[in-house]
């Protein structure tokens, strides 16, 4: 991992890591902090990071980019701007994962909608890692319900039978 992200950051790299000691230290660090995870995990946590970002990830990062695995979970601030840019309705939308529509969902269309971004993200974000979690943890999360038009629409009503309608209608509500 350390020598995938020295030759995609060389600069960055060096600069964060500009002697042998800090280096190991780095290392152990990373090692302690990344231990949940494979040494297939990591090296394609480093193929992520270096296909997303153009900046050296910081540890925090890595663990996400490790945990994302191939689940296909974005990250959190594409997942963001997918869930306030999807159109209605939002169950037709074809989402990136489930996770997004459903952190969309728990955090409120709404109040995604109307409010900044400086407001928004981190409520969408804590729900987003919230439901992270538990895909990480196995649990299945069920798309979006598709909103479909009847198959075979009724026939539309006589002249007299929507009076009819329109009468006990008025009746039941007293108008």
């Known amino acids: 991992m350390f020598g995938l992200l020295k030759l995609s950051y060389h600069n960055q790299f060096n600069a964060a890591f500009p002697d042998t000691e800090t280096l190991n230290h780095a290392k152990r660090l990373w090692l302690e902090s990344l231990e949940a995870f494979s040494p297939a995990e990591i090296v394609a946590g480093a193929k992520r990071a270096i296909r997303q970002s153009e900046y050296l990830p910081t540890v925090h990062?890595?663990?996400?980019?490790?945990?994302?695995?191939?689940?296909?979970l974005p990250d959190a601030r594409a997942a963001y701007r997918e869930a306030c840019n999807a159109p209605s309705p939002k169950a037709n939308?074809?989402?990136?994962?489930?996770?997004?529509?459903?952190?969309?969902?728990?955090?409120?269309?709404?109040?995604?909608?109307?409010?900044?971004?400086?407001?928004?993200?981190?409520?969408?974000?804590?729900?987003?890692?919230?439901?992270?979690?538990?895909v990480l943890e196995g649990d299945?999360?069920?798309?979006?319900?598709?909103?479909?038009?009847?198959?075979?629409?009724?026939?539309?009503?006589?002249?007299?039978?929507?009076?009819?309608?329109?009468?006990?209608?008025?009746?039941?509500?007293?108008?």
């Not at 409520?123 to 890692?129: K, N």
Request: neutral net charge; aromatic residues 10%; contains cysteine.
């Open 93 to 134: 939308f074809n989402w990136s994962h489930p996770a997004v529509y459903h952190a969309g969902r728990e955090s409120n269309w709404f109040f995604l909608a109307n409010n900044p971004e400086s407001v928004a993200y981190p409520v969408f974000a804590e729900h987003y890692r919230k439901i992270c979690a538990r």
């Open 61 to 72: 990062k890595m663990l996400t980019l490790c945990a994302a695995g191939d689940n296909g």
């Open 140 to 175: 299945k999360l069920t798309p979006p319900e598709q909103l479909q038009l009847e198959e075979k629409p009724g026939e539309p009503l006589s002249k007299s039978e929507n009076a009819k309608k329109m009468a006990a209608l008025r009746a039941e509500l007293d108008i």
